[in-house]
């Protein structure tokens, strides 16, 4: 069967039989790589459409096919607190689970649900990406861009030749991940970043194809693992800009993540969005609103995104308030002693190493 499908295109090399599905009748197979847990039929595809049932065996279609890398600042992530300073080697493949209105990357993301479903993407092994990474001066390995979960294969395997190298491994993910896959990262992982975009399965399901509750339970499960976890928010006129909603986003990290856990509250901008381009951007009001709702809750580190020059693009000590970190964009000073306030010597909650 194989054979035939390399006859119709297929590289059989990027191919891998998946490691989270489950066999059932008929020849159907049930993937459980995310909460979506998609019962795919013989010759089809499941959400993510990089995932496909051949001849009744389930098999990623995106293994070693990098459709982008680069070395971006970690600040771009966003995180702020793990390695600051530092380069990571961002890489990507195709797909995603989700199928958000306001997705920036919607070219790679969503390009294998049109009607040209080709999986491309350059060929790059696992033990390549770790030389990319060390020769570049990296510090770490960002699974981004796209979501890494449809990607499980190639991320697990570059993931352990990472950490076998001393590099740190980044997720930036959208938290709908299944528990297998965070039972089989969770050892390898060391910081995330996850959008949580709303609080209501509504929003969700309308905007992104989704649910909260699953993405709510990945964060605890996250953070009591011992993995460095960020949330940003995206602000989005009309839809999520939701006074209240700030307010239940900024209770949930204060009381189940815990008041150290940064959130960013990003600016829209609908110019490159997926389906949203005639929205407008966020006002400076609208941000300003959350991280205000962010401090009320005890928060003590709430970052405006996506609009340089914000003063509250820096982090500042939560005791005496200096200033540690002056941030423009992606580019910082630091003036913190090793993670801690220069002036009182209070904790920053930052990982340096």
């Given at each position: 069967m194989l054979?035939l499908?390399?006859?119709?295109?297929y590289?059989?090399r990027t191919?891998?039989e998946?490691?989270?599905?489950?066999?059932?009748?008929n020849g159907?197979?049930?993937c459980?790589?995310?909460?979506?847990?998609?019962t795919?039929n013989?010759?089809c595809?499941?959400?993510?459409s990089?995932r496909?049932?051949?001849?009744?065996?389930?098999?990623?279609l995106?293994?070693?096919?990098?459709i982008?890398e680069?070395?971006d600042p970690?600040?771009?992530k966003?995180?702020?607190?793990?390695?600051?300073?530092?380069?990571t080697?961002?890489?990507?493949?195709?797909?995603c689970n989700?199928?958000?209105d306001?997705?920036?990357?919607w070219?790679?993301?969503?390009?294998?649900?049109?009607?040209?479903?080709n999986?491309?993407?350059?060929?790059?092994a696992p033990n390549q990406?770790?030389?990319?990474a060390l020769?570049?001066?990296c510090?770490?390995?960002?699974y981004?861009y796209?979501?890494?979960?449809?990607?499980i294969?190639?991320?697990?395997e570059?993931?352990k030749?990472?950490h076998d190298?001393?590099l740190k491994n980044?997720?930036?993910?959208n938290g709908f991940?299944?528990?297998?896959?965070?039972?089989?990262?969770?050892?390898y992982?060391?910081a995330?970043n996850i959008?949580?975009?709303y609080?209501?399965?509504?929003?969700?399901?309308?905007?992104?194809?989704g649910?909260l509750d699953?993405?709510?339970k990945n964060?605890?499960?996250?953070?009591k693992s011992g993995?460095?976890?960020e949330?940003?928010t995206l602000?989005?006129?009309?839809i999520?800009?939701?006074?209240?909603?700030?307010n239940?986003?900024?209770e949930?990290i204060?009381?189940k993540?815990?008041?150290?856990?940064?959130?960013?509250?990003?600016?829209?901008s609908?110019?490159?969005?997926f389906?949203l381009?005639d929205?407008?951007?966020?006002?400076t009001t609208?941000?300003?609103?959350a991280l205000n709702?962010g401090?009320?809750?005890g928060?003590?580190?709430v970052?405006v995104?996506n609009?340089?020059?914000?003063?509250?693009e820096?982090?500042y000590c939560?005791?005496?308030r200096?200033?540690?970190?002056d941030?423009?964009g992606?580019?910082?000073?630091?003036?913190?002693?090793?993670g801690?306030c220069y002036?009182?010597k209070?904790s920053?909650?930052?990982?340096?190493k």
């Amino acid at each position: 069967m194989l054979e035939l499908y390399h006859k119709l295109g297929y590289n059989i090399r990027t191919m891998k039989e998946a490691i989270l599905y489950k066999k059932l009748s008929n020849g159907a197979v049930q993937c459980q790589v995310c909460n979506h847990r998609c019962t795919i039929n013989k010759g089809c595809r499941g959400t993510c459409s990089v995932r496909e049932n051949i001849d009744g065996t389930l098999f990623a279609l995106t293994y070693r096919k990098v459709i982008s890398e680069a070395v971006d600042p970690v600040e771009k992530k966003p995180l702020f607190h793990f390695l600051p300073g530092s380069s990571t080697l961002s890489i990507a493949t195709l797909g995603c689970n989700f199928r958000c209105d306001n997705c920036q990357n919607w070219q790679i993301s969503q390009q294998p649900k049109t009607e040209n479903k080709n999986i491309i993407g350059d060929d790059i092994a696992p033990n390549q990406i770790i030389s990319h990474a060390l020769s570049q001066k990296c510090k770490s390995i960002s699974y981004t861009y796209t979501e890494p979960t449809v990607f499980i294969e190639y991320a697990l395997e570059t993931m352990k030749l990472a950490h076998d190298s001393g590099l740190k491994n980044i997720w930036v993910s959208n938290g709908f991940m299944s528990t297998e896959t965070l039972e089989l990262i969770i050892p390898y992982l060391d910081a995330i970043n996850i959008d949580l975009k709303y609080f209501d399965n509504k929003s969700y399901q309308k905007y992104c194809g989704g649910k909260l509750d699953p993405i709510l339970k990945n964060l605890i499960t996250l953070k009591k693992s011992g993995v460095w976890v960020e949330i940003t928010t995206l602000v989005i006129p009309g839809i999520s800009d939701d006074q209240s909603m700030f307010n239940q986003i900024a209770e949930f990290i204060f009381t189940k993540l815990g008041p150290e856990t940064p959130w960013h509250i990003s600016r829209f901008s609908p110019g490159i969005s997926f389906k949203l381009i005639d929205s407008q951007p966020t006002p400076t009001t609208s941000l300003e609103k959350a991280l205000n709702i962010g401090i009320k809750h005890g928060l003590k580190y709430v970052y405006v995104g996506n609009t340089p020059g914000h003063k509250s693009e820096n982090t500042y000590c939560p005791l005496c308030r200096s200033l540690n970190i002056d941030r423009l964009g992606v580019r910082i000073n630091r003036y913190d002693d090793q993670g801690r306030c220069y002036k009182c010597k209070k904790s920053l909650n930052i990982i340096n190493k």
